[in-house]
């Protein structure tokens, strides 16, 4: 500072606003790097806690410093810091599926306001805010799924270009999967094909519209592209660690896919073996992550009691709620089948796993067996396949 010439106007500026200023910089960046830190930890609720505790530190300096804002013309950078927070606060609700607060935040913060264009990082993240806020009026059986399926038409074709697309892409997708617009859905996971390589989304979509009731709308080379796409997926989640979202739904639909062409094209122990496993690396992946809420991914902290499937005694919940909300569909990933399918393979798994540790020979082949035909029932009656398999 105190460059001659450049900026005189500045010289206006006592040292103490700028102090002060300073001090707030560095306290909104602790809250950043704290709720950062238990979002990475999937402490989702956590997390939303000290966002609305930074929200409330910044409307209470607010007041303190209008003067010093106002001096060194800072207003719209001291509005954008808190509805950043609260942009942040509206996507953890929605992943914790908190549809009312997502709603409440958007009306009382967004709907009406008018973005400054010196609001960059805020401007990026509306078109997220608008989808989020779509999804959640739906999810509630309110709004208007043509909005949302032309916001993210648009969203995805105005040259939006950072990460957040790739997400908010996947996100659109895998809801009007489970809403059944497969058209929407198809044309958005080609998109993300198209942007990213990512196909995984387009090929969920595929198998579930041809689990629902189309027999035309699985494409000829689906189960060999299959093996390729998860492969793909496979080195990418080993590379971020993202074994608790995306991997764990994508290799049930590995599963799926595997038995499917079993049962269509290759009729050979090898290819249902070869789902098994699958189910079996499914399993192991589930018990690894046995803190996190089957339905929300957040992790267990020791103050939020945990429960625990009474039926399987391996699915974890943050509460009753989040156990109700997936036992019929998982409505997140947009499969179509709940923990309700899931559950016996799991308490036949876990038994299998137990009696292997605890080397009880005969038992343990008993149990094993017992777990494969879990694992089959599961791929042709539960997973919907059935009807599709044993039609040929
Ligand atoms: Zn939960
Ligand atoms: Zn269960």
Redesign the pocket.
Same mark, same amino acid.
């Given at each position: 500072m105190g460059k001659k010439g450049k900026r005189s106007r500045r010289k206006t500026i006592n040292a103490a606003d700028r102090a002060s200023i300073v001090a707030v910089q560095t306290k909104i960046k602790e809250f950043n790097e704290k709720f950062s830190k238990s979002l990475s930890l999937q402490l989702d609720s956590q997390a939303a806690n000290e966002l609305r505790e930074g929200i409330k530190w910044i409307e209470a300096k607010k007041l303190e410093l209008s003067d010093t804002l106002l001096r060194m013309k800072l207003q719209t950078w001291f509005v954008e810091n808190k509805l950043i927070f609260y942009a942040n606060l509206m996507g953890l609700e929605l992943s914790r599926r908190n549809f009312d607060g997502v709603i409440q935040i958007y009306k009382e913060h967004f709907e009406r306001c008018n973005i400054d264009v010196k609001m960059k990082n805020l401007l990026c993240a509306f078109p997220t805010l608008q989808l989020n806020y779509h999804e959640a009026l739906l999810r509630q059986g309110k709004g208007s799924i043509d909005t949302f399926i032309s916001l993210s038409k648009l969203h995805s074709t105005n040259g939006r270009q950072e990460n957040g697309l790739k997400t908010d892409l996947r996100r659109s997708a895998d809801f009007l999967r489970t809403i059944k617009h497969f058209d929407a859905a198809i044309a958005l996971g080609k998109q993300l094909e198209a942007l990213t390589g990512d196909r995984l989304s387009l090929a969920t979509t595929y198998l579930d519209q041809y689990i629902v009731g189309d027999e035309e709308s699985l494409p000829t080379d689906f189960a060999s592209n299959m093996t390729q796409v998860m492969q793909k997926h496979k080195t990418e989640s080993n590379e971020t660690e993202d074994f608790t979202t995306s991997y764990t739904v994508s290799i049930l639909l590995l599963a799926q896919s595997t038995y499917l062409s079993h049962q269509l094209n290759d009729n050979t122990e090898v290819v249902m073996r070869k789902a098994i496993g699958f189910i079996e690396e499914y399993l192991d992946l589930i018990l690894r992550a046995e803190t996190h *809420?089957s339905? *929300?991914k957040?992790t267990g902290t020791e103050s939020e009691v945990q429960f625990v499937c009474s039926g399987c005694r391996v699915a974890c919940? *943050?509460?009753i709620d989040?156990q109700r909300m997936t036992w019929k569909k998982d409505a997140e990933t947009g499969m179509r089948f709940g923990h309700e399918v899931l559950c016996p393979v799991m308490k036949a798994y876990r038994k299998w796993r137990h009696a292997n540790d605890n080397g009880d020979n005969e038992r343990v082949s008993r149990l094993r067996r017992r777990f494969e035909r879990e694992c089959l029932y599961c791929l042709s009656d539960g997973m919907g396949l059935k009807d599709k398999c044993f039609k040929k």
């Amino acid at each position: 500072m105190g460059k001659k010439g450049k900026r005189s106007r500045r010289k206006t500026i006592n040292a103490a606003d700028r102090a002060s200023i300073v001090a707030v910089q560095t306290k909104i960046k602790e809250f950043n790097e704290k709720f950062s830190k238990s979002l990475s930890l999937q402490l989702d609720s956590q997390a939303a806690n000290e966002l609305r505790e930074g929200i409330k530190w910044i409307e209470a300096k607010k007041l303190e410093l209008s003067d010093t804002l106002l001096r060194m013309k800072l207003q719209t950078w001291f509005v954008e810091n808190k509805l950043i927070f609260y942009a942040n606060l509206m996507g953890l609700e929605l992943s914790r599926r908190n549809f009312d607060g997502v709603i409440q935040i958007y009306k009382e913060h967004f709907e009406r306001c008018n973005i400054d264009v010196k609001m960059k990082n805020l401007l990026c993240a509306f078109p997220t805010l608008q989808l989020n806020y779509h999804e959640a009026l739906l999810r509630q059986g309110k709004g208007s799924i043509d909005t949302f399926i032309s916001l993210s038409k648009l969203h995805s074709t105005n040259g939006r270009q950072e990460n957040g697309l790739k997400t908010d892409l996947r996100r659109s997708a895998d809801f009007l999967r489970t809403i059944k617009h497969f058209d929407a859905a198809i044309a958005l996971g080609k998109q993300l094909e198209a942007l990213t390589g990512d196909r995984l989304s387009l090929a969920t979509t595929y198998l579930d519209q041809y689990i629902v009731g189309d027999e035309e709308s699985l494409p000829t080379d689906f189960a060999s592209n299959m093996t390729q796409v998860m492969q793909k997926h496979k080195t990418e989640s080993n590379e971020t660690e993202d074994f608790t979202t995306s991997y764990t739904v994508s290799i049930l639909l590995l599963a799926q896919s595997t038995y499917l062409s079993h049962q269509l094209n290759d009729n050979t122990e090898v290819v249902m073996r070869k789902a098994i496993g699958f189910i079996e690396e499914y399993l192991d992946l589930i018990l690894r992550a046995e803190t996190h *809420c089957s339905t *929300c991914k957040q992790t267990g902290t020791e103050s939020e009691v945990q429960f625990v499937c009474s039926g399987c005694r391996v699915a974890c919940y *943050c509460s009753i709620d989040h156990q109700r909300m997936t036992w019929k569909k998982d409505a997140e990933t947009g499969m179509r089948f709940g923990h309700e399918v899931l559950c016996p393979v799991m308490k036949a798994y876990r038994k299998w796993r137990h009696a292997n540790d605890n080397g009880d020979n005969e038992r343990v082949s008993r149990l094993r067996r017992r777990f494969e035909r879990e694992c089959l029932y599961c791929l042709s009656d539960g997973m919907g396949l059935k009807d599709k398999c044993f039609k040929k």
